[in-house]
């Protein structure tokens, strides 16, 4: 059975995996403007998000602007705002069942195997999270990609990476080695009636008592 270190490691891994995911669903920089083209003007910087599109000048002023409708929204970025908000829901009731497992908290009884059990789930779920926040992030770094590699797109709209989506790939590195960590905790074969005594034999009639 994992130890209290494993499990407070695992435990810390994935609660930063999922604030560099809150983080990043939260930026607007998941994709900002490419200066890959001759006549590309630099004097201001254009990002996209997943809420807001944001335009940066050079003198440092941002401005930014939410998405009217998100029916119109293209569907890589629907279905990346789904994931990522199902990953941070799964990743707040993992924290809650990780927290009843471990073995340096008081909940969820005294009950050792129990209580790995415990643990083991919320590392499962911890998993689940990060592989939902990674299938998002690989999604919509695919969809980036396509575009700038698109003949059909013209240079001056082409755009890359942004900060979010390393931040997001990180943090769903860090939640899945977390989760991992915790799903260590899968209890062993003991039993329950624990240690038992040697029986003690009768002794014999025929045993002679010396005086």
């Not at 790995?116 to 969809?143: K, P």
């Not at 755009?159 to 960590?181: D, K, Q, R, V």
Request: proline letters at 4%.
């Amino acid at each position: 059975m994992a130890n209290s270190g494993l499990q407070l490691l695992g435990f810390s891994m994935a609660l930063l995996g999922w604030v560099g995911l809150v983080a990043c669903t939260a930026i607007p920089q998941w994709q900002m403007s490419s200066y890959a083209g001759d006549n590309i003007i630099t004097a201001q910087a254009m990002y996209k998000g997943l809420w807001m599109d944001c335009v940066t000048q050079s003198t440092g002023l941002m401005s930014c602007k939410m998405y009217d409708s998100v029916l119109a929204l293209p569907a890589a970025i629907q279905a990346t705002r789904a994931l990522m908000v199902v990953s941070l829901v799964l990743g707040v009731i993992a924290m809650l069942v990780a927290t009843m497992g471990m073995k340096c908290t008081r909940c969820g009884g005294d009950d050792k195997v129990k209580k790995a059990r415990i643990a083991m789930t919320g590392g499962i779920i911890f998993i689940v999270a990060g592989l939902a926040a990674l299938t998002a992030c690989s999604w919509y770094g695919h969809m980036i990609i396509t575009d700038f590699y698109n003949p059909l797109v013209p240079m001056n709209t082409k755009y890359e990476f942004g900060p979010a989506i390393f931040i997001g790939w990180a943090g769903s590195a860090l939640t899945l080695l977390g989760g991992a960590l915790l799903s260590c905790s899968c209890p062993g074969s003991e039993s329950k009636s624990g240690y038992r005594a040697p029986h003690s034999y009768p002794k014999s009639n025929s045993a002679k008592e010396y005086v």
